[in-house]
């Protein structure tokens, strides 16, 4: 071959490969993959719900978010290209919940109780009793936290639990730290109305789902601090319900805009992350947790963040799960590509056990 047609050639391929390549780019980013990172679990092929053997599915923890979402959203059969997103809304919330300060209605200010009572908790020398004491001086947040511990997640016993103090005795220092953190956030997260109402009972149980399996795959696989990782994965949920707050408000304005699943979808994507962040620094937690709020999509991550990863993929299965969108091979199977098999099968059962804990 003559040099010259040989250099023509090479010259040709690099050139299509290079548009090919940025086709391919272009292409990822109207479909938001480009600016998002997939954090991609890899799932065993005995538990995969294919027909092929040997096949090994590529599970995205994102993806089931999303499907979570959209189904949260009132949207689970929506095509992807069929879903809008009003740029603009996005952008005003994203600009509302930067521009709050730590007073306004989208960064609620620490729980009076938070430091008093992590400090108690945490103290090997304190008494039930004497925590109960702090928990019994606030009505709201005794009268949620016995609710909680009667749920089917936390109740050890037929008879319903009476007391602060009995609840303390039978749960454990352990399952106290879950349920008070639980029930500090709950009245932020459940207080919607309206069409938006359905769609914040339906986040609070994935919310405690989250924390819940971010808790115990931190205890069990990281050998992280338990409370940690189930005290950031409830900032996550909070952090989201304050951003379909912001999303409300700005679509309640004059313009009035019309409500769009896709629009909601982006806001949740965009702000829950970060907003979470600024209130672990407002609350002045642990640098752990922050940090942990700030690396929950970086898809290689360890520690605590891997574990809110993981608590966000089995929050999701499992409300999926619950609402027949998905099966509990593909559950199960997502599970046990990211911890031993009897770790994934028993946060499994911790998952479906969540189902109606808060009815």
């Given amino acids: 071959m003559d040099l010259s047609v040989f250099v023509m050639v090479i010259i040709s391929a690099v050139f299509a490969a290079v548009l090919a390549g940025g086709l391919v780019w272009l ?133 319903d639990i009476q007391s602060i103090e009995r609840a303390v005795t039978l749960i454990g220092n352990d399952g106290i730290r879950q349920i008070i953190s639980a029930a500090l956030v709950q009245p932020v997260m459940e207080s919607a109305s309206g069409v938006d109402a359905e769609f914040s009972r339906l986040l609070w149980d994935y919310t405690l789902r989250v924390s819940l399996a971010a808790a115990d795959h931190a205890r069990s696989v990281e050998r992280e601090d338990g409370f940690a990782a189930q005290l950031a994965g409830l900032l996550l949920g909070l952090s989201a319900a304050m951003a379909m707050q912001a999303a409300a408000d700005v679509l309640a304005r004059p ?12 806001v949740l994507e965009r702000c829950s992350a970060p907003t979470a962040v600024r209130i672990a620094g407002h609350w002045k937690l642990s640098a752990p947790i922050v940090q942990a709020l700030e690396q929950v999509d970086v898809p290689a991550a360890g ?23 998905m099966s509990e091979a593909e559950a199960n199977a997502a599970l046990a590509s990211q911890m031993p098999e009897h770790v994934a099968a028993w946060l499994w059962k911790r998952m479906t056990q969540a189902d109606g804990a808060l009815e």
């Avoid at 089995?314 to 799960?321: G, R, Y």
């Fill in 27 to 159: 292409w990822q980013r109207s479909s938001g993959d480009a600016t998002r990172p997939q954090r991609q679990f890899r799932v065993s092929p005995t538990l995969s719900a294919t027909t092929d053997e040997d096949a090994v599915v590529a599970v995205s923890v994102d993806d089931l978010q999303r499907r979570f979402l959209l189904s949260a959203l009132g949207a689970a059969n929506t095509p992807a290209d069929a879903l809008r997103v009003q740029r603009s809304v996005v952008d005003d919330v994203v600009a509302a919940l930067s521009r709050a300060d730590m007073s306004s209605r989208y960064t609620p200010r620490r729980p009076n109780l938070l430091p008093q009572l992590i400090q108690s908790v945490n103290d090997s020398a304190a008494s039930s009793r004497s925590i109960a004491r702090i928990i019994g001086s606030d009505a709201v947040l005794a009268a949620t936290l016995l609710r909680i511990a009667n749920s089917s997640l936390y109740r050890l016993q037929r008879q």
């Fill in 255 to 266: 313009q009035l805009r019309v409500r769009e699943p896709g629009t909601l979808l982006e």
């Fill in 303 to 325: 520690g605590l963040a891997r574990s809110l990863q993981v608590g966000q993929l089995a929050a999701s299965a499992a409300m999926l799960h619950a609402q027949g969108l």
